[in-house]
């Protein structure tokens, strides 16, 4: 195949293939800037002059939606031109640096409730934009949908109508017709089967999308309910809400007038269930002639008497109260002490008294553990190291709540926290060498793994607007775009401390134009506490 598409896109590499055609990453060579955009070649079923003719119309008309929906969104991706060539049809779109939800998946593992809530809440409204345009998308799936590197919003890709027009045949009468279903079995409802594609088809097919992050199942590895035909997946995610489960469960419904009947309608759902009520806490009868000592139950804050608020006017009143109750406390305590002494001076046997476990006790007035992270993480947590002067001091997040599911109990108020020298006598962690992980970031850009690469850079410097304007993008468009390769000729430690470090690296770089250009960078380096690394703060 020819490398240079239309006189003008130089193909740089294949990004995929299949029943369609091929997907290219390409560079338009008459821009300024040879911006890189992704070529879809899609190529007719039939080789027919007439079929040929009549998906040329078709073709035209749905590049023309395409660039419509482009422009009205930022979620989809821009078409910028369409053109056929040698009996084919290429679509070329704008190049969105990102990475599916199926390979996101694959690399990090199941993703939380809150997570797949963020991707839904950003998603549903390019999809109700969509449909207001009167477009099924009729492929919605996790290969379908890329979190965008730059700002982690979720893009919905590959629209299944053009493919659709490609399939067109032409039948022994003479009659046109769209010879192939388009969508993805399992992903795809009944009524798209039998080429019936409506609104709450791409509901169905979201739902089972977000089914897919919280379980890593594909819909063919569910059982199904006999009676119903809806999937059944729950037992696969214990730990979503119920408010949660039930819009997933009214999104995959088998019929499609039992689904949401829009996407907007799905998104309300979702705000109105954002803040469920904590699940109802099993009643236990106590004990008989047993006073156990106050217990923080599940989801309760143990409240002193004391700590009750009382309007100032009321002050005198309620200190009479607080008396008597004072009096009456102390009562209680010299009466049941005067039971005990008696009991003990007793010859004769008592039978035993059932006691509160005492584990039980423990397990639930454990403070909450170390090692729970926040549902939604940056590339890296926050650094609560001293910064060099040159760099703002990162402010510090505060602990995520405790879902309504967790075992966890706030701290009643007498309750001492950990202090920091207690914590101190943990085993220290060997660091390695800040010379060492200089020449490690740069082998890493060498081999074109440019998010480990990025992955090593302290929040604050990823989000420097002067060197990375566009993030993520703007990262990948140097090391990737103009970058052939690095050469690291010396590396020296300047400065160290316990938590910082200066390393001074002497380079060579070498540009995919065929120039070299020698270059010297100051990096300064703070220690990861919390993931046993360096991170680089600055660069000069």
């Not at 010299?334 to 476990?357: E, R």
């Not at 939604?376 to 609560?384: A, G, K, T």
């Not at 470090?501 to 060579?508: D, E, N, Y």
Request: glycine content about 6%; charged content about 15%.
């Amino acid at each position: 195949m020819q490398t240079l598409l239309n006189h003008r896109y130089q193909v740089i590499q294949t990004l995929g293939s299949g029943g369609f055609g091929e997907t290219f990453l390409a560079e338009d060579t008459q821009m300024p800037s040879r911006r890189r955009c992704v070529i879809k070649q899609l190529k007719p079923i039939q080789d027919n002059p007439q079929v040929y003719q009549l998906v040329q119309q078709r073709f035209q008309r749905e590049a023309a939606i395409l660039e419509a929906l482009g422009d009205g969104s930022d979620q989809i991706p821009r078409l910028y031109a369409y053109f056929s060539e040698n009996g084919q049809f290429y679509l070329v779109q704008e190049y969105i640096q990102g990475q599916t939800l199926t390979a996101k998946l694959q690399q990090q593992g199941l993703m939380s409730e809150s997570t797949v809530k963020e991707i839904l809440t950003n998603i549903l409204p390019v999809l109700d934009y969509v449909h207001s345009k009167g477009i099924v998308h009729r492929d919605i799936k996790p290969d379908n949908i890329l979190i965008r590197y730059a700002d982690r919003k979720p893009i919905l890709i590959d629209f299944g109508a053009v493919k659709e027009t490609i399939g067109t045949v032409v039948t022994p009468s003479g009659n046109s017709t769209r010879s192939i279903v388009i969508g993805t079995p399992g992903f795809m409802p009944s009524e798209q089967t039998v080429g019936r594609p409506m609104f709450a088809s791409d509901i169905y097919s979201l739902g089972l999308t977000a089914i897919y992050l919280l379980t890593g199942k594909m819909p063919q590895e569910l059982a199904t309910d006999p009676a119903t035909g809806t999937l059944l997946w729950r037992q696969h995610a214990l730990s979503v809400t119920p408010s949660f489960a039930a819009v997933l469960d009214k999104a995959i419904q088998f019929s499609a007038g039992d689904r949401f009947a829009s996407a907007r309608e799905m998104l309300q759902a979702l705000h109105a269930g954002a803040s469920p009520l904590p699940p109802t806490v099993p009643y236990s009868q106590p004990l008989a002639a047993t006073v156990p000592p106050p217990q923080t139950s599940q989801n309760t804050v143990a409240v002193s008497p004391g700590n009750t608020y009382q309007p100032p006017a009321n002050q005198s009143s309620s200190s009479g109260q607080r008396g008597i109750l004072i009096g009456s406390i102390i009562a209680g305590g010299l009466i049941g002490a005067s039971v005990i002494i008696g009991i003990a001076l007793s010859n004769k046997p008592q039978p035993s008294q059932p006691t509160v476990s005492s584990t039980q006790s423990t397990t639930n007035n454990q403070p909450p553990t170390t090692n729970q992270q926040p549902t939604q993480q940056s590339n890296f947590p926050i650094i609560s190291a001293p910064s060099p002067p040159t760099l703002e001091e990162p402010q510090e997040t505060a602990s995520p709540e405790p879902t309504p599911d967790s075992d966890i109990t706030e701290p009643t108020p007498n309750q001492t926290p950990i202090s920091e020298d207690t914590q101190a006598t943990a085993p220290q962690i060997d660091k390695p060498s800040p010379e060492e992980f200089v020449r490690n970031y740069y082998a890493t850009i060498n081999q074109g793994e440019y998010q480990a690469a990025w992955n090593q850079l302290s929040p604050n410097y990823q989000n420097n607007r002067r060197l990375h304007p566009n993030g993520y993008l703007s990262y990948v468009d140097w090391w990737g775009g103009q970058v052939q390769q690095v050469e690291v000729k010396q590396v020296s430690l300047l400065e160290t401390g316990t938590e910082t470090a200066t390393v001074k690296a002497q380079l060579k770089y070498l540009l995919k134009n065929g120039k070299k250009a020698p270059g010297s960078v100051n990096f300064s380096l703070l220690w990861d506490a919390e993931n046993s690394k360096w991170v680089v703060a600055d660069a000069r």
